[in-house]
Nanobody
């Protein structure tokens, strides 16, 4: 059974950092394109970052967020620095077989498997 589990969310002050983890089971992440998305209340789910044949970031997080993989641990990370209140959202990781989205199109419809999300709140 394919499963993704996010962790690492929490409450952080503006300017702080968090590292989110996305642990996969039932499949090898190395064969999949992985995306991070977020959804704030009342807003649509938006793409944050993607690791596939290329690496992509939303303009709003470039220079602050970094996506990385540890294939030995079957885990993908999202390091988030210089966090802002507008980064507050539920963060989800998603996966799709590499061949189906190697270009890293950051749209929810391009991903098949989803985790349940982890809440990130940036507030003083």
């Amino acid at each position: 059974q394919l499963q993704l589990v996010e962790s690492g969310g929490g409450l952080v002050q503006p300017g702080g950092s968090l590292r989110l983890s996305c642990a996969a089971s039932g499949f090898a992440l190395s064969y999949y394109t992985i995306g991070w998305f977020r959804q704030a209340p009342g807003l649509e789910r938006e793409g944050v970052s993607c690791s596939g044949g290329v690496t992509k970031y939303a303009d709003s997080v470039k220079g602050r967020f970094t996506i990385s993989r540890d294939n030995a641990k079957n885990t993908v990370y999202l390091q988030m620095n210089s966090l802002k209140p507008e980064d507050t959202a539920v963060y989800y990781c998603a996966a799709v077989h590499f061949g189906d989205n190697s270009e890293c199109f950051l749209h929810p419809n391009r991903f098949n498997y989803w985790g349940r999300g982890t809440q990130v709140t940036v507030s003083s």
